[in-house]
């Protein structure tokens, strides 16, 4: 029996509600040259018999003791035979054709280590949010300045070549979150990827996922965001293309940190991640308004359909004029 094309890696922890969705829209992709691979990390609910009596014989079953998702995930990609690699969130959803569409982008394109397009949110029931995960670089054909720059990368909806993510070792497990960022950056040091601008997944915020507000890891996955950016500057001999936005990768990790706090009511823990950010980079008062522009949008109009419409209108109209 020859491998599939693409592996859909999907790491679990207590979530038997959500897993017969997740998988059944793994399944039902327009490509079905595929396989779908269940990592259970020590869940404590009944995913043992959730995920065994889907009767497809495309998904595979992995059981191991809690060890986190970096871990779950690494087991995940390492079990796959396949030349292409998918992730999907156990709470999660893809659209249809993500597959079918992705896999066409990438394959034109050998250069390409992952291309990626854009994820709605929905709540906990399914229903449409106006939240929007994903967005184009912001220096097109400069993959690690990008990256570096803001994660604007949504991991549920790429699609990876399996030989890029084995090359840079895989996912760190000493990150119990942003561990999706870490992995862009790093293997954006040897390849390039795409922007596909469409929706072609749906994320579910509800209040037990761990980058959840309620969640009680809430405050070390946010400031595990600083910590990556720092690691890496940490680093030796750091790419040229790199430390052009250094002082930008500070300025945004502050304020993507403080709006972070601000968002769950924390303005004592925001105030000075905030600051910092406005003192990162160039022009204070600049930089100031930055912030105040980005957090406006992160905490109210990203919350609205016209708010969500607005500034993409704004974003394209800027794009147009800087190329024409």
């Not at 327009?30 to 959730?50: K, M």
């Not at 400031?223 to 001999?237: K, M, S, T």
Request: aromatic residues 8%; positive net charge.
């Amino acid at each position: 029996m020859s491998s599939p094309c693409v592996s859909i890696l999907i790491p679990t922890f207590n979530r038997a509600n959500y897993l017969p969705e997740t998988i059944a829209s793994a399944l039902q992709q327009t490509n079905r040259d595929i396989q779908v691979i269940v990592v259970d990390d020590g869940s404590t609910d009944n995913t043992a018999q959730v995920v065994p009596a889907i009767a497809d014989a495309r998904v595979r079953y992995i059981r191991q003791n809690h060890r986190g998702v970096s871990a779950a995930l690494n087991t995940a990609w390492r079990a796959a035979q396949s030349e292409y690699v998918a992730m999907l969130g156990s709470d999660d959803v893809f659209l249809p054709t993500q597959i079918e569409t992705l896999l066409r982008i990438i394959e034109r394109d050998a250069s390409l280590g992952f291309v990626y397009a854009r994820a709605q949110a929905m709540d906990p029931v399914g229903k449409s949010l106006p939240q929007i995960l994903g967005s184009a670089p912001k220096f097109p054909g400069h993959a690690l300045a990008s990256l570096l720059y803001g994660d604007c990368v949504c991991g549920i909806a790429c699609l990876i070549r399996r030989d890029t993510l084995a090359r840079v070792g895989g996912f760190d497990e000493s990150l119990i979150a942003n561990e999706d960022w870490d992995l862009w950056i790093r293997m954006a040091e040897l390849a390039e990827f795409a922007f596909h601008d469409e929706i072609l997944a749906r994320y579910r915020m509800h209040p037990a996922s761990l980058t959840g507000a309620r969640s009680a890891q809430y405050r070390r996955v946010v400031l595990d965001r600083v910590r990556l950016i720092e690691n890496y500057y940490a680093r030796a001999n750091v790419p040229a293309d790199a430390l052009a936005v250094k002082s930008l990768a500070f300025r945004n990790v502050y304020m993507d940190v403080g709006i972070r706090f601000l968002a769950i009511g924390q303005a004592r823990a925001a105030m000075p991640y905030l600051a910092r950010a406005t003192r990162a980079h160039g022009n204070p008062l600049a930089a100031a308004a930055r912030v105040a522009s980005v957090t406006l949008f992160d905490l109210y109009l990203s919350k609205t359909r016209w708010g969500v419409a607005l500034v993409e209108k704004f974003v394209a109209h800027r794009r147009r004029a800087i190329t024409s």
